[in-house]
């Protein structure tokens, strides 16, 4: 595993912010990392980077515990803050270059070229950081993240106050990146976690309330299914009433019905099986999955200490 977090516990005077985390990343998978303002999001990429240290528990990159093998831990992570801190005095090329120095990049020149072309930064090299707009300037915090070519790459809310088609452009680029790095990134844009992420991580009150795939977090925000289907002609609307389970049924006319049943067992399959035995012709059926959004908000709202 390139990241492998245990009890993971940050004490600020009487407050915990973190509360005994654990979890894992491998190679090549694009985890999002979600939670309200306060949660504990930050706080755990800080310890991550080497910024701050744990008060117990322990955390490893690539097999170094960051506490115990601070130096050896950094190199295998490119870290970009929330906040850029950027020196906005230094030319684009001239700020790479003494990043590159500074990392003991290998063959400088040309890992820098390579970043300027990966991150669209060519006609901008030779301008001052400070000139620039917040799109380019994440993409120059990009670069000076990848310039060592880190096996881990950590992004707290990258795409903070750009424009769409900023955003859009540094979504493509995490997605790249997250092909061949383990990528961790932070964001309160649920579009986000649903175009990059293999699997989300949400955390509440300095406590991990969920970890898994999309598909199946969208599937825990209902407390029952929604199904709705077209059949070609009218049906007899007494007989899906009738079915196991289900709680209510809405006509749309034309054939188009929803339906409301408890989650016993998969409500399309006892349709399917209804209209081949009745000889209607099923057009169309799809079950209604709850939004990351709502999962989010359910997690959060109910949780407590």
Not at 5 to 22: F, P, R, T, W
Not at 46 to 71: M, N, Q, W
Not at 222 to 235: M, P, S, T, Y
Not at 270 to 284: D, G, K, M, P, S
Request: glycine share 8%; net charge neutral; charged share 25%.
């Amino acid at each position: 595993m390139s990241v492998q977090v245990h009890e993971l516990v940050k004490i600020y005077g009487n407050q915990k912010a973190l509360d005994g985390i654990s979890f894992e990343v491998s190679k090549g998978q694009i985890l999002g990392f979600l939670g309200p303002n306060g949660a504990g999001k930050t706080t755990t990429m800080k310890i991550l980077t080497g910024y701050l240290s744990p008060s117990s528990g322990t955390a490893r990159i690539c097999g170094f515990d960051v506490s115990e093998h601070p130096v050896e831990a950094k190199r295998k992570i490119g870290y970009l803050p929330e906040h850029n801190p950027l020196y906005k005095d230094m030319y684009v090329r001239e700020y790479l270059q003494t990043f590159a120095r500074i990392t003991d990049t290998a063959q400088p020149t040309k890992r820098i070229n390579e970043l300027i072309e990966l991150t669209g930064l060519g006609r901008e090299q030779n301008k001052q950081i400070g000139s620039l707009s917040k799109g380019y300037r994440q993409r120059v915090g990009l670069c000076q993240a990848l310039i060592h070519d880190p096996e881990v790459l950590i992004l707290d809310e990258p795409t903070s106050g750009l424009d769409p088609n900023q955003i859009q452009d540094i979504r493509n680029l995490i997605k790249g990146f997250g092909k061949e790095k383990t990528l961790i990134f932070s964001t309160h844009i649920m579009q986000e976690v649903k175009a990059l992420c293999d699997r989300v991580i949400i955390i509440n009150q300095g406590r991990i309330v969920a970890d898994d795939s999309i598909e199946t977090l969208e599937s825990m925000g209902l407390d029952r299914q929604i199904v709705h289907v077209e059949f070609a002609g009218e049906v007899v609307e007494s007989i899906i009433k009738a079915l196991s389970g289900v709680q209510n049924v809405k006509h749309h006319g034309k054939g188009r019905y929803t339906i409301y049943a408890n989650l016993k067992s998969d409500l399309r399959e006892t349709i399917f099986h209804t209209a081949v035995q009745n000889r209607w012709t099923l057009l169309e059926m799809s079950r209604e999955k709850s939004s990351v959004e709502d999962v989010f908000s359910l997690l959060t709202k109910t949780t407590k200490n």
